[in-house]
T-cell receptor
Framework: GAVVSQHPSWVICKSGTSVKIECRSLDFQATTMFWYRQFPKQSLMLMAT?????????EQGVEKDKFLINHASLTLSTLTVTSAHPEDSSFYIC???????????????FGPGTRLTVT | GQQVMQIPQYQHVQEGEDFTTYCNSSTTLSNIQWYKQRPGGHPVFLIQLVKSGEVKKQKRLTFQFGEAKKNSSLHITATQTTDVGTYFCASRAGGFKTIFGAGTRLFVKA
């Protein structure tokens, strides 16, 4: 089946530093990748949608200068949390839609998530 | 913006009992998806419904999309301990952007 990986799986950083999280579709090309944030025992909050080669579309309330998204290829998207603060501590999950689906088909594959703790 | 409300927030059942979670919207949805997230895991896509009144089954799971396309349900027959987790409904709003409901957390007692 389709696999999406994320790296790192967890990271602890100091306040004020930046952290990069990678999301890769391992065995398929992704037309679109998404970045979500999930707080403990809560739902997923969509942060941004990224398409290869174009600027990401951010959801209302998400600071694009703080959460930098780069979608360099059809298999890789990165999220950089800049000048991280403790309130940025969260579980960040990416997902990807595979390319080449038949009309009417829909699939979305999630990465395992990255737990970020900012001290 | 588009929102999907999900109830109940959580449910405890005895193994073998049935379970249903409901998803409602004040606006007509073009589609509805269901996901399962095990404790400590990531969401796994279960199914997508797009047609009014559509019903789909996956073994013990039955998914329904309302006639007015404003509500959906997921029913599990004879729950098992492996069904434990949080079930999310979601809807794709414009392109591939997906908005998630709050989720229903299922606890199954053996």
């Amino acid at each position: 089946g389709a696999v999406v990986s994320q790296h790192p799986s967890w990271v602890i950083c100091k306040s004020g530093t930046s952290v990069k999280i990678e999301c890769r579709s391992l065995d398929f090309q992704a037309t679109t990748m998404f970045w979500y944030r999930q707080f403990p025992k809560q739902s997923l909050m969509l942060m941004a949608t990224s398409n290869e080669g174009s600027k990401a579309t951010y959801e209302q309330g998400v600071e694009k200068d703080k959460f930098l998204i780069n979608h360099a290829s059809l298999t890789l998207s990165t999220l950089t949390v800049t000048s991280a603060h403790p309130e940025d501590s969260s579980f960040y999950i990416c997902s990807a839609n595979p390319r080449g689906l038949e009309r009417g088909e829909y699939e979305q594959y999630f990465g395992p998530g990255t737990r970020l703790t900012v001290t | 913006g588009q929102q999907v409300m999900q109830i109940p927030q959580y449910q405890h059942v005895q193994e073998g009992e049935d379970f249903t979670t409901y998803c409602n919207s004040s606006t007509t949805l073009s589609n509805i998806q269901w996901y399962k997230q095990r404790p400590g895991g990531h969401p796994v896509f279960l199914i997508q419904l797009v047609k009014s009144g559509e019903v789909k089954k996956q073994k013990r799971l039955t998914f329904q999309f309302g006639e007015a396309k404003k509500n959906s349900s997921l029913h599990i027959t004879a729950t098992q301990t492996t069904d434990v987790g949080t079930y999310f409904c979601a809807s794709r709003a414009g392109g591939f952007k997906t908005i998630f409901g709050a989720g229903t957390r299922l606890f199954v007692k053996a």
